[in-house]
């Protein structure tokens, strides 16, 4: 099957979260099972736009509302990905270095998803599926089955992914514009409570809908950020697909980030100076267990909580324990989890920024990581903290709810029920007595560094649901 890949992030090339490491996974190990997927998406301005050889396949103009903009579309030369890769150049809106956060963000998504269908419906042959990802291209499944000028696209296919439902990319009724000329009779399909919606869109004209993990199917249908409604009369062509891992860059045997590579074997050796590096260069004791934090500081991650989590936990097991968090987002929650630093030097310390590197040497050298959310669609952190021996601390909600089993029921990580600082502070504390059982924590860290969670499953099954 030929299958083309639209999103706003794809790693390397541009990620913000888990929707990047998805895009820039996902349609490699597709390959790999012998089909041709494709990805297609902004070309930023980012380091790898600078670093790398493009041809260009494509020429042209894309029309927004009243304004045209010249578009042009790259190949990246030598197919290092694993996957065809294109970017679409559309200037003044994608020469820039930021993903999103900008005040046209709604134009600059419409005009790559107008761009993009604009090349394809130029293309000889036709692919056999379109698969959207996320909101930003949440008009693409509308706009090829009903505007005129795509009308050679309308027989495809199209699946949307929601990776997270929480964003929706709502815009007014004054931008319908922007839309090219559509069956007017379709019009209500573009609306969702009284704004144009792009997911509410997607949900609605895609052939298949899915989401990363089969528990937040089964949430989505009762907390969606308004979309409940939508989500369950839509329910019988959707289907919770769990993410995989990319276990070609997530692999502690190879992994060039580390400090020291490690296997099942030396587990305990390798954790151990991963850990010491990073201990020495934040200033923390490597013989105290490490707990840590990756991710966005957003209230879904339930980063809000953080500083209370650890104030309580660092005077409760004063001087017996360290954290270290690695994230960035809501300015308060860096304001407070940065004044932490002051209060308790030598047994926490933060981070606060993006940094690639520093998160896989994290996931090597920490003893627990902590993913309290409010919110998980799949969580990919708690896959990555397995695959380096790392026990995952989570609540009970969607992606981690399939993926980490409590030690109390015979598995390997530490479950909670409710993101507040009481529940996270209990299992903080379960944590701190396993570690006291030197002989069971690394059964643990060896049984759950080779639970399988790559792509090769989760590739077949998209596969499959392309043709149903
Ligand atoms: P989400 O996509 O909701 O942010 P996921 O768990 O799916 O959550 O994926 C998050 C990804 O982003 C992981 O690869 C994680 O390591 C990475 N990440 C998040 N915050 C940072 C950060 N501050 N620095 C480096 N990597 C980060
Ligand atoms: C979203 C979700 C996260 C998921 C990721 C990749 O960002 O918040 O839970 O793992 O997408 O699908």
Redesign the pocket.
Known sequence: MEIVHLSAEC?PIA????????VGALPKYQNKLGHVAKVVMPAYQTKFMQENEFEVVYDGWAKLGFHNFAVKIFREKTNKLGFDLFLVHIEGLFDRELVYGYHDDTERFLAYQIAVLDWISQWEHRPDVIHCHDHHTGLVPFMAAYCEQFRRLSQIPTVLTI??AQYQGQFGWDKLHYIPAFDLWKTGQLDWRGSINPLATAIKCAWRVTT?SPSYLDEISFKANGLEDLLAQERSKSFGIL?GIDNEVWNPQTDPMLEKNFTTRIVDAGKKANKAALCAVFNLDPEKPLFTF???LVG??GADLLPEIFYNALITYSNQINILV???GDSQVEGRLTQLKDAFPGNYNA?I????K??HQI?AGADFLL?PSRV???????M?ALRYGTIPIVRRIGGLKDTVVDIGDGGFGVCHDQTSAWDVGHAIGRAYDLYTDAKHVKEIRKFIMQLDHSWDRAAQQYIDIYQV
């Open positions: 790693y990620k913000v979260g888990g929707l990047g490491d998805v990776h997270n990363v993410n990756i991710g966005r879904e991650k690695l994230g960035s981070y920024g993006y940094n690639e520093l998160s996931y993913m998980e669609p799949c969580g990919l952190n708690q990555y």
